[in-house]
């Protein structure tokens, strides 16, 4: 079946580095793909997302690119800030948009 | 536009017992999710209804746990009765067509079963 398998955590950072957090997929067919961010105490909200081949998500500074050549999603950031610290969720949804399916989770801590 | 409403936020109870939570969806998203997310896993989806129709509880423990959604609005998650592994983050989520999978998430209630 689909699934999704993100770069283990925690990661930790100090304000201003760079950051990459993996993401890879297998799926059948052409899934659209996501981002997903949750802040402490509070629910998962849409980051980004990209739904074909080589379309590149963005939002808040982070972008991800699909890649289906190596089925890839990484997402990056070229300069986090202390109010990024949360935990990352990779995901991926069928082509029929009923099934999401979300990778494990990174906690991601920055340091000032 | 109010988002995704959920209670309790938390809920301590102890095995054997028997909890139930309560979402409020987005007005006007016909489809609502309930996950479990346990810690240091990724959400898991338990049962998603489109309107008051169940589309998918394959991965619902039917044996103890229940949902319904009366009138294709708010909806409840019952557990009965609770388990130690059933201590998790119950998240629901809704979305309309078009949202290419995206989903609107609540804000979770965290149950512990002792």
């Known amino acids: 079946g689909d699934s999704v398998t993100q770069m283990e955590g925690p990661v930790t950072l100090s304000e201003e580095a760079f950051l990459t957090i993996n993401c890879t997929y297998t799926a059948t067919g052409y899934p659209s793909l996501f981002w997903y961010v949750q802040y402490p105490g509070e629910g998962l909200q849409l980051l980004l997302k990209?739904?074909?081949?080589?379309d590149k998500g963005s939002n808040k500074g982070f972008e991800a690119t699909y890649r289906k050549e190596t089925t890839s999603f990484h997402l990056e950031k070229g300069s986090v800030q202390v109010s990024d610290s949360a935990v990352y969720f990779c995901?991926?949804?069928?082509?029929?948009?009923?099934?999401?399916?979300f990778g494990q989770g990174t906690r991601l801590t920055i340091n000032p | 536009e109010a988002g995704v409403a959920q209670s309790p936020r938390y809920k301590i109870i102890e095995k054997r017992q028997s909890v139930a939570f309560w979402c409020n969806p987005i007005s006007g998203h016909a489809t609502l999710y309930w996950y479990q997310q346990i810690l240091g896993q990724g959400p898991k989806l338990l049962i998603q209804?489109?309107?008051?129709?169940?589309?998918?509880d394959s991965q619902l423990p039917k044996d103890r746990f229940s949902a319904e959604r009366l009138k294709g609005v708010d909806s409840t998650l019952k557990i009965q009765p609770a388990k130690l592994e059933d201590s998790a983050v119950y998240l629901c989520?809704?979305?309309?067509?078009?949202?290419?999978?995206?989903?609107?998430f609540g804000p979770g209630t965290r149950l512990t079963v002792l």
């Open positions: 209804f489109q309107n008051n129709g169940v589309v998918d």
């Open positions: 995901a991926l949804s069928d082509q029929g948009a009923q099934k999401l399916v």
């Open positions: 989520a809704s979305s309309q067509p078009g949202l290419a999978g995206g989903r609107y």
């Open positions: 990209a739904t074909k081949a080589d």
